[in-house]
């Protein structure tokens, strides 16, 4: 079982739409996670980053987290052609390895 | 600023050379890494510096070796690489290998090798 599990895609949203991308990781005592966006060619960005159960919202993009389910998402409202880019999960488990595990990532397309 | 520079951007090598990446943060971070991202695939780890001490080796071949001169400074010195191992490699800085340490990434180094 891969230790964090991304839909790879492709997700194709239309413009303005609502882009839903999702995450489920297997270390239960993980502490946080993070989403990364990656364009073709380019190093990882991080977007956000989220610690407690709950939402976290910043401009457009909000990260949802259920640690008994062990399922971290990531909304982008108002999706733009710009958003189009490989999302990368990553998550930092508490095994004292203290580094990221990433998932394959999920590449979104969105259509003008 | 949450600026991570590596250098150089693109590097060509034969199999018997020996070249070496740079990565630089002045952020103040303690805990430094190296990650290999091969096409379409997420990046891989490969070592962590926590505090200028090399914490982890994830198993990484002795034809890459890692050095951190420097609470600011990373390199990743290559000798008598395979074509295999043409790569991303990204460099990544967080201020302090905590589980809740966020990372940026540098803009990577492309490495081809002939």
């Known amino acids: 079982q891969k230790e964090v599990e991304q839909n790879s895609g492709p997700l194709s949203v239309p413009e303005g739409a609502i882009a839903s991308l999702n995450c489920t990781y297997s270390?239960?005592?993980?502490?946080?996670f993070f989403w990364y966006r990656q364009y073709s060619g380019k190093s990882p960005e991080l977007i956000m980053f989220i610690y407690s159960n709950g939402d976290k919202e910043d401009g457009r993009f909000t990260a949802q987290l259920n640690k008994a389910s062990q399922y971290v998402s990531l909304l982008i409202r108002d999706s733009q052609p710009s958003d189009s880019a490989t999302y990368l999960c990553?998550?930092?488990?508490?095994?004292?390895?203290?580094?990221?595990?990433f998932g394959s990532g999920t590449r979104l397309q969105v259509q003008p | 600023d949450t600026e991570v520079t590596q250098t150089p951007k693109h590097l060509v090598m034969g199999m018997t050379n020996k070249k070496s990446l740079k990565c630089e943060q002045h952020?103040?971070?303690?805990?430094m890494y190296w990650y290999k991202q091969k096409a379409k695939k997420p990046p891989e780890l490969m070592f962590v510096y926590s505090y200028e001490k090399l914490s982890i080796n994830e198993s990484v071949p002795s034809r890459f070796s890692p050095e951190c001169p420097n609470s600011s400074l990373l390199n990743l010195h290559l000798h008598a690489l395979q074509p295999e191992d043409s790569a991303l490699y990204l460099c990544?800085?967080?201020?302090?290998?905590?589980?809740?340490?966020?990372?940026?990434f540098g803009p990577g180094t492309r490495l081809l090798v002939l």
């Open positions: 990544a800085s967080s201020q302090a290998p905590t589980s809740t340490g966020t990372q940026y």
């Open positions: 952020m103040g971070h303690r805990a």
């Open positions: 990553a998550v930092n488990g508490d095994t004292g390895r203290r580094a990221l595990t």
């Open positions: 270390d239960r005592g993980s502490q946080s």
